[in-house]
């Protein structure tokens, strides 16, 4: 069964500073999907970033970057010039590839806190 | 606008009662899926659906049942056998696998407080 691992219950990082999340994932597939979502206090989960794994090069998502590692099984995300608003919950999550029949069966990590400082 | 809409946002249920939370989307999504959340517990999968009249069990399927007769619509009832049914629920879409690109759209939520 796959996990998904976020080992940083919260952070914090002053404003227009960078700052980076770290995930790591346990499984055994090759194919697969990495994602990055943000829940603020609103509570609506967003979108930030994803990652195919068979891709080689790193998404980025203007001030949003990660840094895919296959072998490591680590995925994280860096955040530049950090806003205000990035202020929230960031969850982890990955999805295999499923083949015939198969669904798209998201799973989470248990998030990490991240509070931007003026 | 396409999107997906939960409701009510916050829900107060009586012990012993069953309590059905909507989740309606207009994105044309195949797969739709419930998850709960609590603090420090990530998001858990209760159950999840590829197509109409077609629905399986996630991870924590005791106490909750679903439909789904329609495309558009995917509702949970929260069953008296559910033992800790307070928690914050997110109805979620995608396309299906294969179809486009696999990341699931979220609601806004349902906040259950049993009382």
């Known amino acids: 069964a796959q996990t998904v691992t976020q080992s940083q219950p919260e952070m914090s990082v002053q404003e227009a500073e960078t700052v980076t999340l770290s995930c790591t994932y346990d499984?055994?597939?090759?194919?697969?999907?990495l994602f990055w979502y943000k829940q603020p206090p609103s509570r609506q989960m967003i979108l930030v970033i994803r990652?195919?794994?068979?891709?080689?090069q790193n998404a980025t998502e203007n001030r949003f970057s990660v840094n895919f590692q296959k072998a490591a099984k680590s995925f994280s995300l860096k955040i530049s010039d950090s806003q205000l608003g990035d202020t929230a919950m960031y969850f982890c999550?990955?999805?295999?590839?499923?083949?015939?029949?198969?669904?798209?069966?998201?799973?989470f990590g248990t998030g990490t806190l991240l509070a931007v400082q003026p | 606008d396409g999107g997906i809409t939960q409701s009510p946002k916050y829900l107060f249920r009586k012990e012993g009662q069953n309590v059905t939370l909507s989740c309606e989307q207009n994105?044309?999504?195949?797969?739709m899926y419930w998850y709960r959340q609590d603090p420090g517990q990530g998001l858990r999968l209760i159950y999840y659906?590829?197509?109409?009249?077609?629905?399986q069990k996630g991870d924590i399927a005791e106490g909750y049942s679903v439909s789904r007769e329609k495309k558009e619509s995917f509702p949970l009832t929260v069953t008296s056998a559910q033992k800790n049914p307070t928690a914050f629920y997110l109805c979620?879409?995608?396309?299906?696998?294969?179809?486009?690109?696999?990341?699931?759209?979220f609601g806004q939520g349902t906040r259950l407080t049993v009382v």
């Open positions: 979620a879409s995608s396309l299906r696998t294969g179809l486009g690109p696999a990341e699931a759209f």
């Open positions: 999550a990955f999805m295999k590839l499923p083949y015939g029949g198969a669904t798209n069966k998201l799973i």
């Open positions: 994105l044309n999504h195949d797969a």
């Open positions: 499984t055994s597939e090759n194919n697969y999907y």
């Open positions: 659906s590829q197509i109409v009249n077609d629905f």
């Open positions: 990652q195919e794994a068979y891709k080689q």
